[in-house]
């Protein structure tokens, strides 16, 4: 992350390098990435914004001349690549895993200050005063993660690698690694060539999405009273309700459906059958 850029509407975007090199989170890493990856992040995140899907931007692409060493296919085969470096935007890159890293090492009070400061920032709708802030971001977030799945489904996109630190907290989609598009739909299609358990094929995201909220309320759960653990745990409750009711709204859009008929989920199965049949 190298700054926050406040344009002439006065919309906030934090600039982050994509590729720059190590940082103290590169772990074991070299921190770099190659110029294939980074011309598909380029795109694809300039493709998912004007198909209306919530999405970090791309601003620019530099290529280097350093090498980086790759292994494209898991298979051992290490071939020298063009590197490349992606300066990216997004109202904020704070994740699902931001917070969990925090929970998990027991620093309460900087995850406080952090859940506070995110709050702040970037949910205005809710006071800075009320003692359920935590629960208001909470409820937001399940939602807006039940919609912004629905939304890949609605374009058959495949993220690829769906842990909570590619989440965010914004409701998003960043982080473009191994992702895809269905040619034609199946639900078990994988574009990600080290998923050998097909954890995060395209059907099992919204699942996905739901096993990450659910680490998100792990995280929070230290700052909540047992009343708005309870609370929240019912909220988590209706995030398949929520991606439900938005999955049937598109599809229902996309086949030109109007008002409310009790065939149109099974219209909408049958077509997602059949397509899978051809």
């Known amino acids: 992350l190298i700054g926050v850029y406040t344009n002439r509407h ?5 600039l982050q390098l994509k590729g720059s090199g190590k940082t103290p989170y590169s772990r074991n890493g070299d921190g770099r990435a190659v110029l ?22 791309a601003a620019s692409l530099v290529v280097s001349d350093d090498d980086v060493w790759r292994d494209q296919f898991y298979n051992g085969n290490i071939k ?24 998990h090492s027991g620093e309460l009070d900087l995850l406080r200050r952090l859940l506070d400061f995110i709050i702040q920032e970037h949910f205005p709708s809710i006071a800075m005063n009320d003692s359920n802030r935590y629960l208001e971001f909470f409820s937001t977030v399940v939602s807006e993660t039940a919609n912004l799945i629905s939304l890949w489904m609605s374009v058959g996109f ?18 473009y690694g191994p992702f895809g598009f269905m040619d034609s739909y199946d639900p078990n299609f994988v574009p990600n060539t080290s998923d050998d358990e097909r954890r995060y094929k395209i059907g099992n995201q919204a699942n996905v999405g739901l096993f990450n909220l659910s680490k998100l309320l792990q995280a929070l759960k230290p700052l909540l009273d047992p009343r708005q653990k309870q609370l929240a745990s019912q909220i988590l409750k209706g995030y398949g309700e929520h991606y439900y009711s938005r999955f049937t709204e598109l599809f229902k859009t996309k086949l030109g459906l ?21």
Do not use: Q
């Open 158 to 175: 495949a993220h690829g690698v769906c842990n909570t630190d590619n989440f965010s907290l914004l409701s998003i989609t960043i982080d």
């Open 10 to 14: 006065g919309e906030k975007w934090e």
């Open 36 to 57: 294939r990856s980074s011309v598909r992040e380029f795109l694809c995140s300039e493709a998912m914004h004007y198909l209306g899907i919530p999405t970090s931007r």
């Open 80 to 103: 020298k690549e063009r590197g490349a470096i992606v300066l990216r935007l997004a109202k904020s890159w704070f994740r699902i895993g931001s917070l969990e890293i925090l929970a």
């Open 258 to 278: 109007l008002g409310e008929n009790e065939n149109d989920n099974y219209l909408i199965a049958f077509l997602l059958k059949v397509s899978l049949l051809c």
